[in-house]
């Protein structure tokens, strides 16, 4: 089991920038991917990017590539997603997620594919783009 605290969310104008992180407490020492997600008002979930703690696989969703990156320190336990750039079309609360894989490549197929592979997930946190 993880549990996961997300901190971060904030009010900024268009194009301004924000980061938020994702602190996992967990009782293994296994690989874990690390996943964001978020939705927003009306709108269905989205997998917005993720990363894998063993290394070498990252995602990033078409709607924030170029503006978000992903990132993750394994001595702090702590996922980064850092928004720049940012649009009113990225107001939502966002939430991260995780689940113990030794195949980095399933985290690629949960966060496109298979969000119930996600089995720990986080309170969530607002984030608002003002026009």
């Known amino acids: 089991q993880v549990q996961l605290v997300e901190s971060g969310g904030g009010s900024v104008q268009a194009g301004g920038s924000l980061r938020l992180s994702c602190a996992a407490s967990?009782?293994?020492?296994?690989?874990?991917?690390m996943g964001w997600f978020r939705q927003g008002p009306g709108k269905e979930r989205e997998g917005v990017a993720s990363i894998y703690s063993g290394g070498g696989s990252t995602y990033l969703a078409d709607s924030v590539k170029g503006r978000f990156t992903i990132s993750h320190d394994n001595a702090k336990k702590t996922s980064y997603l850092q928004m720049n750039s940012l649009k009113p079309e990225d107001t939502a609360m966002y939430y991260c997620?995780?689940?113990?894989?030794?195949?980095?490549?399933?985290?690629?197929?949960?966060?496109?594919?298979?969000?119930?592979?996600?089995?720990?997930w986080g309170q969530g946190t607002q984030v608002t783009v003002a026009s």
């Open positions: 997620a995780a689940f113990f894989t030794s195949n980095g490549a399933n985290c690629y197929t949960a966060i496109r594919y298979v969000h119930r592979s996600f089995k720990n």
């Open positions: 967990r009782s293994s020492y296994s690989a874990y991917c």
